[in-house]
């Protein structure tokens, strides 16, 4: 059952993430009930501006540089740079520290333990760096590896959700501008013209990221755009250039200014003599919509996965092509939040639960025609599912 939502939008409807929004409230929850778990006092970070648990944690975004975050039942203490104390008071809802900011962070965070706790184990992620869990280990503490914080950030809330609305009208709008592009396009020989110049999958790219940036989000150098063969590099960011007939495939994948993504695909077509692309443009669609309809509160993240393998198989494209093969050749989604990608996945056995934001990306390649892939983000709702932000799908681009 699927419950979309065809806007969502709030009062800057113009599809930017306000930069003056505050940011989402943390919730340590998981956290609290990992540390009772494990009888543990506190849990332990390390990491810099790069690393997204910490974001998570703190909502601290700088510096490039390794600084320490301490929690207990009590609250959290961050180990800021001494530099970055006024952002860190502003961005961060506890106690900043900036003591002996010359120290390594692990050990800044060993005092910090040294003086708040009274017990040997504590708990950090897997990913904590290997120089901080010796300085925890030298100074007797027991370091416990615990997934509580991607089990938090796979569930979001109200507020994060709305970040990712935000940043997704952000998507769509350099979607539109795309498509728009394309719609004017007029074929020439072997070639599409536009504005007077042949079209390139590099000009296209230009053209959606400027649409972003007008509303105040980041491409990071994620906005994929391929063109007939090179649709089959799922990641390509090169320069193609574009003919009439061919598919040509948009991955737009913006972050906001509070860190959060949004991920969308399309797939258009302009002068389609109706051959190989468009029997691949039905199959993925009817893909999609039958994941649409699978995501459910309960459902294995994997059975999402294998409804549209079966779709796909159903048109017949193989639904498990190794990468350069015809066909499917990847996962059917992904769980999006402060990484582009994160849990859950929908290849694992996870069970989706609501709060759960995932990408659902059917696609189909060849690696001598082209490619199609048709993506909608969606949040798990008691329901089924909503589309964060719908944006019209079209075999034929379509101008404003």
């Keep these: 059952m699927t419950d979309r ?36 006092a506190a849990f332990v970070h390390v990491g810099d501006r790069f690393d997204d648990d910490m974001r998570y944690l703190t909502r601290f975004s700088g510096p490039d540089r390794e600084y320490a975050f301490v929690y207990t039942p009590d609250g959290g203490v961050l180990c800021a740079p001494s530099l970055f104390e006024a952002q860190a008071r502003r961005e961060f809802d506890g106690e900043v520290r900036t003591a002996n900011a010359g120290d390594p962070a692990g050990v800044r965070a060993r005092a910090v333990l040294d003086e708040l706790t009274d017990s040997e184990t504590v708990l950090a992620p897997r990913s904590i760096p290997h120089d901080a869990a010796v300085y925890l280990e ?14 938090a950030r796979a569930v979001k809330t109200d507020a994060e959700l709305d970040c990712l609305r935000r940043v997704q009208r952000a998507a769509a709008a350099g ?13 020439e020989g072997d070639e599409l013209v536009w504005a007077g110049d042949p079209l390139s999958t590099e000009r296209l790219r230009r053209e959606a990221n400027a649409e972003l940036a007008a509303r105040g989000v980041t491409d990071t150098g994620n906005t994929v755009v391929g063109a007939g063969p090179t649709c089959a590099d799922l990641h ?15 991955d737009i994948s913006p972050r906001g200014p509070h860190g959060y993504y949004g991920d969308l695909s399309r797939t258009y077509v302009v002068a389609s003599d109706g051959g190989w692309e468009r029997r691949a443009y039905v199959a993925v669609e009817s893909a999609l919509d039958v994941a649409l309809s699978t995501v459910e509160p309960g459902v294995p993240a994997g059975t999402v996965h294998a409804e549209v393998a079966a779709e796909l198989a159903a048109y017949g494209f193989d639904p498990e092509a190794a990468e350069g093969e015809a066909g499917f050749t990847h996962g059917a989604g992904h769980g999006v939040g402060l990484s582009l990608h994160e849990g859950p996945s929908l290849r694992a056995e996870t069970e ?16 001598e025609r082209g490619g199609v ?14 589309i964060l932000h719908e944006h019209p799908r079209s075999f034929a681009p379509r101008g404003e």
């Design 5 to 40: 939502q065809s806007d969502g939008s709030t009062a800057d409807g113009d599809g930017s993430t306000a930069p003056g929004t505050p940011a989402p409230e943390t919730n340590f929850d998981a956290l609290d009930r990992a540390l009772s778990d494990a009888d543990a």
């Design 138 to 151: 030298r100074g007797g503490y027991d370091v416990a590896s615990t997934d509580a914080v991607a089990a």
């Design 175 to 187: 979607m539109r501008r795309a498509e728009t592009v394309l719609a004017e396009a007029t074929p």
């Design 236 to 250: 390509y960011t090169g320069t193609a250039a574009i003919q009439p007939g061919e598919t040509v495939l948009l």
């Design 352 to 367: 989706l639960r609501p709060g759960h934001v995932i990408t659902l990306e059917p696609g189909v390649y060849d690696p």
């Design 373 to 386: 892939r048709l993506e909608e983000l969606v949040v798990v709702t008691e329901e089924g599912c909503e």
